[in-house]
């Protein structure tokens, strides 16, 4: 029987990416989601807290997202997982950011690639995988107990922008319609930048996926 899940956010980078350090209260084993910079700080939260980084998650391949990728990976040992389908945009995330002005560390190779339906676990706590492609092609969201974390798929009041090489407007609509909106009302929601949301809320007021769109 697990204790519940322990949810940090770091808003990280020059573009403000909400990192998240996610823990099993029973056991201290954490998952990182999208360290986007900041290798240290982050390595701090989670030396602070005790924990022991098994886990690095990308919600997809956005330079902006993938910064810390080699600080904390270095530093802990941990499993780097993304969607297959963003292993380019990881590969050349520097190339992406220098477009923009902006430098970023390199990222490691993946050791896993995670895929729609796909569950492991955090200590004890259980993940599940949901491919939501439109933002980027492999662009993938995260539940565990009553918590979805959904990288740029998702955000308070809007959507990932669709209009980056690889984008799919179409497609990002129907993926948070028939698979995030089919989530409890109360689920909540943790962007990779703003401020949380729920399911309940985006699905009434959201102008662009909700119910008046």
């Known amino acids: 029987m697990t204790e519940g899940l322990l949810v940090h956010q770091l808003s990280v980078g020059p573009l403000q990416v909400n990192c998240f350090v996610v823990a099993c209260q029973k056991n ?12 240290p700080r982050i390595l701090h939260l989670a030396e602070s807290n005790g924990y022991k980084i098994r886990q ?9 997202h993938i910064g810390a ?8 040992g941990a499993v780097l997982m993304i969607h297959e389908a963003d292993l380019p945009l990881l590969k050349h995330a520097r190339s992406s950011a220098q477009a923009y002005g902006l430098t970023v560390s390199p ?4 050791d896993k690639f995670l895929n729609e339906g ?12 949901f491919h ?3 933002h980027s092609p492999g662009s993938i969201c995260l539940l565990s107990d009553g918590h979805l974390f959904v990288g740029d798929v998702l955000f308070a009041g809007s959507i990932g922008r669709t209009d980056l090489p690889g984008g799919d407007f179409d497609a ?7 698979k995030l909106f089919r989530l409890p009302a109360d689920t909540i929601v943790h962007p990779g930048h703003g401020p949380d949301t729920t399911i309940g809320r985006e699905k009434q007021m959201n102008p662009f996926v909700g119910d008046g769109a």
Do not use: C, Y
């Open 118 to 129: 796909d569950v492991f676990l955090v200590g004890e706590q259980s993940f599940s995988i």
């Open 107 to 110: 990222s490691p190779d993946p």
């Open 172 to 178: 990002l609509v129907e993926g948070v319609r028939e």
């Open 56 to 64: 690095v998650v990308n919600t997809h391949g956005h330079f902006d």
């Open 28 to 39: 201290r084993e954490a998952m990182v989601i999208d360290p986007g910079e900041e290798g």
């Open 132 to 134: 939501v492609p439109g």
């Open 69 to 76: 990728n080699q600080a904390v990976k270095e530093a802990t």
